[in-house]
């Protein structure tokens, strides 16, 4: 099939679903997207509210995320979904009972969901999943939910891609996720406990609330919302905390300065791939090769090789 | 206090470990260290054999640490320790006992311990804490241990600094941690199933076992070895676990393999730090500023943006 980037742009923004499904593809499969196409995507976008999931596996997240865009629905929203955790159904990972829950929404033409894998695209995830959502947002989706699983960089990926950041933890999150809790607590803006019918939830937020009057005190002070997703408990809570949130974003103009760090974050991991594919032409290569060469007698040093390789652009660029 | 490169040199090869500690301060407070310093020092390592600790939070990794680097100083060998678990005001509770237990290492002169922070210095912190162990090979240290909790990009980064990877798991780590464990079981060379006196050891040894035996059958099968450091005991077996692994990646050529692929991603890692420097110039900042402030109207995208940078980037090498 070839690829006429024009009548695709077409076709999108005539509200063509298998366009936006073929243009995620080609931002997926490494930028053989022109320059000009995304530049048009990108001004197209700034519309969606964006709202990030993240929580330890087995949090519940997914049915959470199903169900309140099932409210968001309801409410006559439009709403895009970007799964990048690998235990999500959302991303073929988890149990039958769960994808079957899952279908209703794939059925509905208001909601689009697209699972993006974590493994394999390191540092990149962000970047990647940041443009699908200014291509759902372009697209015209009201709003655009990330769900990812909180440990490690994805938890801070997550805050800079979205708008509102909640924190999805169990009864149970216990002792062994105290560490991934800890990054966890830093990046909320909206704590869920979920499964609060179980025993030693009311526990749990106790604990959770103390350890947030610990802080010191911030402008915003992270609300927790009790919620049993299965039983579609407290959903209607959530929303409102979440509509609560988007006001004080607002109210203090931090929306823009979200849209301007998301900006510069693209900027810089646009600039950074690009150098560098620039940068390991043939002869870097071989620079490299003759180093690697010297290294069991000791005749270099990574600063040395380093040094050559930069002189080498240098010289290389000058010559363009 | 002025630094005087050649005197810290001196005093370091006399084996000072006041100037080993300078040393390393100067590479952690980024770069003020010449680089024909940082040649020196990287021409006289290679030697020292390098052990990543990895697992869950509350594996009980220092206690593991701890005992393996006194066993290590009972058969006359110096050890090196490099802590990067991230530190948090939320786990301070764990850190007081850990203390207490490593204060007799603490006084043997034959260790080094250096606790490095990994908030704050995202990506970069493989880069800096193997220029650390580099430092401390250097110095004669004949053993180097690194401890890392085991989420997300840190576990990849072990996997690199280290000859051998040893994941510390515990038998209660269950479901809470099942998405951690599949990414930890890729990187194990061997298994330690810590506590493992407590109630279901045995069956968590079953169950690892069953998963490792379902994967292809491998040159190297990790062994699972069964301690209760606190006790100490198993302490024996996991040496001998760790001086088969050395002596399989020794027969395999393997050890100079590792080491060229450090030497590579550091190669890497300083270009890209070092273009980075360069690309962000007086002039790049002020046409990032325009881009952002015509953000609002719609009038850029990060696409354009990365392109108008990196033109100026060339032009401004090209003249140099």
New interface residues.
């Given amino acids: 099939m070839t690829l006429n980037p024009e009548k695709l742009l077409n076709d999108f923004e005539t509200g063509s679903k298998r366009a936006l499904a073929r243009l995620i593809s080609l931002i997926e499969n490494n930028g053989k997207l022109a320059?000009d196409v995304?530049?048009a995507l990108?001004?197209?976008s700034?519309r969606a509210y964006r709202i990030g999931f993240t929580g330890?596996?087995?949090a519940g997240k997914s049915t959470l995320v199903n169900q309140i865009t099932k409210a968001y629905r309801q409410q006559g929203k439009t709403v895009g979904i970007i799964a990048v955790d690998?235990?999500s159904p959302f991303t073929g990972g988890a149990l039958l009972g769960d994808r079957v829950r899952m279908n209703d929404l794939t059925l509905d033409d208001g909601v689009f969901i697209r699972s993006m894998a974590t493994r394999g695209s390191?540092?990149g995830l962000s970047t990647k999943a940041q443009e699908v959502a200014d291509i759902l947002d372009a697209f015209g989706k009201d709003i655009i939910i990330y769900e990812t699983?909180g440990?490690?960089?994805?938890e801070?990926d997550i805050v800079e891609a979205a708008d509102t950041t909640v924190v999805v933890l169990v009864p149970?999150?216990?002792?062994?996720?105290?560490?991934?809790?800890?990054?966890l607590?830093e990046i909320a803006d909206i704590f869920v406990m979920n499964k609060a019918d179980r025993e030693g939830a009311d526990r749990a937020i106790r604990e959770l609330s103390a350890?947030l009057h610990l802080r010191e005190a911030r402008d915003w002070q992270p609300p927790i919302v009790k919620c049993v997703a299965v039983k579609q408990e407290g959903i209607n809570d959530l929303l409102t905390a979440i509509d609560r949130h988007y006001c004080y974003l607002q109210e203090h103009h931090l929306l823009?300065e979200k849209?301007?760090e998301r900006?510069?974050q693209?900027?810089h991991s646009?600039?950074?791939t690009?150098?560098?594919n620039e940068?390991w032409d043939e002869r870097a290569r071989r620079i490299?090769e003759q180093?690697?060469a010297g290294?069991?007698q000791?005749?270099?040093?990574?600063?040395?090789?380093?040094?050559q390789?930069?002189d080498h652009?240098?010289q290389s660029?000058?010559k363009?």
């Fill in positions: 320059d995304r530049d990108y001004q197209k700034g330890p596996p087995g690998p235990t390191l540092g699983v440990v490690g960089q994805s801070l149970e999150s216990g002792d062994s996720v105290q560490a991934m809790k800890a990054g607590m350890i823009e849209r301007r900006f510069v693209s900027v646009l600039v950074s690009r150098l560098k940068f490299l180093h690697i290294l069991d000791r005749k270099t040093s990574p600063y040395r090789a380093a040094q390789l930069i652009f240098k660029l000058a363009q």
